[in-house]
């Protein structure tokens, strides 16, 4: 009883507990407290990815006329030059796009997809377990990539510029060469003895004597560069079709890899509907299935809304605690109800309604944590790697482009496909294996994502539009593995919920609950005051390293206001007519 009342009397410190109906409506995407921390400002647009040179491509082709998805798809192709442990054209990932020409709004689909000989028990050794080795660095962990098929219809589909103009600073950043930063040298020495162990690897990574590039060192890559030039000329025939997917498909079948050209050549992108939600009045589009971001982030935004979470204070433990228990409910929903919704029927309508919000509200103590073991995914009425990467792109127009790409781990397997310069993801490792047996990133699931030929794995990817009144205000998203959905969440109520300016709202500290582990994990800018409430009501709370890199763009009056995370350095908002 002593705990409740500790907790009880913050919360009521900070504005009172209210249980009630949603808080105010939002109404604007004008945004208080610029005078303490200030965003980007720009007029002619916004750019914000996790790379400078790729920023700096993106606001190069605005400034040129080019659209919102000219530029995302120009720096899309660069990044997979300059940021090789995330960007990538041997991946896959997710792209919404807000077309202001005819008012619509797309969700284009260009995850991995498993080969035609892909089955269930694909990583299972002798013993029935798992094969960690087999699962995740090697031939056989690489699904068929995405990403080339994606970022070129997108430009078919919404850009104005032709494929040799958005591919060109790609090329030529490949050819000349980009100097190695910090983070890029720290990436490259964490994982050295596994990316020296393919030839084609080491040769692009390491110096001479096999020690990894080191900052300032100029990073060339003379193959990917003529892979890039050969899809400029071709499209995506070139590595579908053609001679970078026959060199893909050569080395697959010297290493007992299952990717063939005929997997190559069925590959196929699908333009999905959005998941749509709206929070106190903000309309939220995210993607669906096979990303369970969409899904989850409206499910915990419906959760969310029928508290006041401004009258409590941004960071106080109540808060914290409603926020964890919302995460808890939907990462065990995740576990039973997502997968592809080609191969798995998704009650994604249910998932995302308001009834089924006030449900799970309903069943949370507001003074004690719940536990994991007690929560079971919810039953329907009958009827990622860390190393991801996004990038959020707005045009003076109003077009917007939220886009998120991974190879899953960085360097996914850490394995170039001879002769192509491509570095080649290892996202069969999103399938669940085996079961109920967790993946690299502790989550769980279940036969909705196991394994088959021409599926695609379950996601986190959650990038994400803000709309009001059919124009779109924001774009956002984040690479971070499992936690991603939940560190859009938090940018999101930073902003609508507690009045952050976006770079306070990206900045501030974060919590992620997956249900499984039963672990509230928190930053360290969370107060050990705050810390030991949570404790004290029964949360396992572990306190460790920063998690996300919210790239995110809002539109502000006339202008754009962009942040780039600092968690991860190296990134850059930027834009046409910056202030």
Known sequence: ???????????????????????GAFTTPELSGADRLFPVEASG??????EAEATRVGVAVL????????????????????????????????????????????????????PSGAHRNLFLGSDGEVDQTRARYSHRSVGVPGSVAGYLEALERWGTLSRSEVMAPAIKLAEEGVPVSRTLHRNLASRIERLTKWPATRAIIARPDGSALQPGDLLRQTDLAESLRLIAAQGADAFYRGPIGEKLAADMQRHDGLVGM?????????????????????????????????????QMLNILEGWDLADLGAGSAAILHWVAEAMRRAYADRATHLGDPDFWDVPLDWLTSKAYGDELRGGIDLYR?????????GTPAPVESRDTTHLSVMDANGNAVSMTTTLNFGFGTGIVADGTGIFLNNEMDDFSAKPGTP??????GGEANAIEPAKRPLSSMTPTLLMVDGRAIGALGSPGGSRIITTVLQVILNVIDHGMNLAEATAAPRIHHQWLPDVLQVEAGISPDTVD?????GHKVEVGRAFGAAQSVLRAGDGFRGVT???????????????
């Open 1 to 23: 009883m002593r705990r409740r009342t500790i907790l009880k009397g913050l919360a009521a410190g900070a504005g009172g507990i209210v249980a009630g109906g949603p808080a």
């Open 45 to 50: 647009g916004m750019v914000v990815s996790r």
């Open 63 to 114: 400034e040129t006329g080019g659209n919102a998805v000219d530029a995302a798809v120009a720096m899309a192709f660069a990044l997979a030059v300059t940021l090789p442990q995330a960007g990538n054209l041997g991946g896959g990932g997710f792209a919404l796009v807000h077309d202001v020409q005819n008012g619509s709004n797309h969700a284009l689909d260009f995850r991995e997809m498993a």
């Open 262 to 298: 005929a997997d190559l050549e069925a590959y196929r992108t699908v333009l999905r509907k959005p998941v749509t939600g709206n929070y106190r009045g903000l309309d939220v589009l995210s993607m669906p299935p096979p990303s369970s971001g969409g899904a989850h982030l409206v």
């Open 369 to 377: 944590a719940s536990r994991s073991a007690d929560i079971r995914p």
């Open 439 to 444: 993946n690299a990133y502790g989550l769980v």
């Open 533 to 537: 409430l949570l404790r004290a009501i």
């Open 565 to 579: 995370d600092t968690r991860r350095p190296g990134g850059l908002a930027d834009g046409p007519g910056r202030v």
